[in-house]
């Protein structure tokens, strides 16, 4: 196992596109979780999933922003009519058990024009 | 309102010397706190926990202690080396409730030889 991995690591978009991330975390690992971090900020919470069940989602997440897990494997973030306030990097991150440390991905960087 | 106050400044310090980093928070109670790595473009990087009732934590150069009274935590990394420049995250886990951490916006460390 090669960690979490992130695809696209890369996205420039057009403002009012549709834009669909994918994470894959490791495969033990049952919690996943998406956070987005702007320029100079720490990770900000977006949604936590443990196995297939989305459990919370930051209420600072609006409509556009959805997340699913199907099958409790990989995980897609899918931001819909982009906005250029969405620009950012979004980060997955897996564990195992509550007390583990997350293993991050190398994040995928969205710029909005 | 929860709120984690890093230092915003960067912390520049000699090679050899002990860094140290300081994680202030108010309005928490927190089961964990843990600390991250991250470097320019990449996702975080584990690097220890602490839970509210062990007062220090030690793992090799590093080491983390946790005051629940003064709500703050210090993390050192003695011996330091220019290869442990990174910004450095300060993260909580709230007891109760869904497992998610609160990240700071993180201390900038560059240790110059």
């Known amino acids: 196992d090669t960690g979490v991995s992130q695809d696209p690591r890369h996205k420039i978009t057009k403002r009012g596109q549709n834009v669909t991330f994918r994470c894959d975390p490791i495969?033990?690992?049952?919690?996943l979780y998406w956070y987005r971090q702007t320029l100079g900020q720490g990770p900000e919470f977006l949604t936590y999933?443990?196995?297939?069940?989305?459990?919370?989602k930051s209420r600072l997440l609006s409509d556009r922003f959805s997340a699913e897990r199907p099958k409790g494997s990989f995980s897609t973030l899918e931001i819909q009519r982009t906005e250029q306030g969405d620009s950012a990097m979004y980060l997955c991150?897996?564990?195992?058990?509550?007390?583990?440390?997350?293993?991050f991905g190398s994040g995928t960087r969205l710029t909005v024009v | 309102s929860q709120k984690i106050e890093q230092n915003s400044e960067a912390l520049n310090i000699q090679e050899g010397k002990t860094a140290t980093l300081t994680c202030n928070y108010t309005?928490?109670?927190?089961?964990?706190l843990q600390w991250y790595r991250q470097d320019p473009g990449r996702g975080p990087v584990f690097l220890l926990l602490?839970?509210?009732?062990?007062k220090e934590k030690r793992k090799e150069r590093l080491k983390v202690t946790f005051d629940t009274t003064l709500k703050q935590s210090l993390f050192h990394i003695t011996a330091s080396q220019p290869a442990d420049s990174a910004t450095y995250l300060c993260?909580?886990?709230?007891?109760?409730?869904?497992?998610?951490?609160?990240f700071g916006a993180g201390t900038r460390l560059a240790v110059h030889p």
């Open positions: 993260a909580l886990m709230f007891s109760g409730g869904y497992n998610k951490l609160i």
């Open positions: 999933f443990q196995n297939e069940a989305q459990l919370e």
């Open positions: 495969s033990e690992h049952n919690r």
């Open positions: 991150a897996s564990s195992f058990r509550d007390r583990d440390g997350y293993t």
């Open positions: 309005n928490y109670s927190p089961a964990y």
């Open positions: 602490i839970r509210e009732n062990e």
